[in-house]
């Protein structure tokens, strides 16, 4: 009996090692970095001064993979010389190279191989550097195909910036995405992150979510921990009341969780008087490290 016992433990024990190696936990996230300018340094939130707390963001939450949006090439070679285990890809916008913004995807490269990548442009001419339906700008999607290191557990990522000005720009760019998708081998896990510049009631939005092919992390996810919206103008107190910013997969991820992270810091105010109370303080302004708040999200994926 006790041998038998031994060997129901045995049996339950080795199905349950196997069921763990074939799935792999990781963070995803997308984060609109705002673009490098003169007017932000005026009004006290230039690169310099952010980027120091964006790099130390991403470590301490642990983002293992992240897209990002309107990152200049200075700005994100900045980014990685303060992320020392992460590697990126993407080019510019502008000319195929490092002219104009990025949607790059950093990557940690203790945990990822990259296998593939590239980039096309949002637009009727994906080849080259253009302007595609009604947009405002020139817009480029980056991607990248990766295997996690430790299960061998393959998939694609895709990351953009949507046009905020062309409603038709938008629209076509989604069914673009999706038919990027269903190009690729059946069952090709897929994330799909960015600055979409619409919030989840627009109709660009529902192109994606309601296709059958991606779902939003928000709605997948066992647990969220958000507030109204992402977009914060470099105001604390001040938010959008809708989510912009957005992270879609395919079916073979689930969402063990979803969060909006509001994280600030905090700069000295000049002339601000002398501290009281019992408790020495010093007063302080607090500032956002964009104009964006990112989205991360913790997913688990079947490796079989």
């Not at 349950?16 to 005026?42: C, I, M």
Request: hydrophobic share 40%; net charge neutral.
């Amino acid at each position: 009996m006790k041998r038998l016992f031994y060997l129901v433990l045995l049996v339950f024990g080795f199905a349950g090692a196997v069921e763990a190696a074939s799935s792999v936990d990781f963070t995803v996230a997308t984060y609109n970095l705002r673009q490098a300018n003169h007017e932000d340094s005026v009004n006290g939130n230039g690169w310099g001064q952010r980027v120091p707390y964006i790099a130390k963001l991403v470590q301490f939450h642990g983002f293992d993979i992240f897209g990002t949006q309107e990152g200049f090439y200075g700005q994100l070679e900045d980014l990685k010389r303060m992320l020392p285990k992460y590697e990126y890809i993407g080019v510019g916008r502008d000319d195929g190279h490092q002219k104009g913004e990025h949607s790059a995807i950093f990557y940690r490269t203790d945990k990822f191989q990259m296998l593939d990548h590239g980039d096309f442009w949002l637009s009727e001419d994906q080849s080259r550097p253009n302007r595609g339906w009604d947009a405002a700008c020139i817009r480029i999607c980056t991607w990248g195909k990766f295997k996690e290191i430790s299960t061998g557990f393959t998939f694609v990522y895709f990351n953009l910036h949507m046009d905020h000005i062309g409603v038709v720009a938008r629209a076509e760019s989604a069914k673009l995405i999706l038919k990027k998708i269903q190009a690729m081998p059946k069952d090709m896990p897929v994330i799909l992150s960015g600055d979409f510049n619409v919030d989840q009631f627009s109709p660009s939005y529902r192109l994606l979510n309601g296709s059958g092919i991606l779902q939003d992390s928000y709605d997948k996810a066992a647990l969220v921990y958000d507030q109204p919206g992402t977009f914060n103008e470099f105001d604390i107190n001040g938010v959008s009341k809708g989510r912009i910013d957005h992270i879609f997969l395919t079916n073979r991820f689930s969402v063990l969780k979803y969060g909006i992270l509001t994280d600030t810091y905090r700069v000295d105010v000049p002339e601000s008087g002398t501290p009281s109370g019992n408790v020495s303080q010093q007063p302080l302004k607090a500032r956002c490290p964009s104009d964006h708040f990112p989205v991360m999200i913790m997913v688990r994926a079947q490796s079989h």
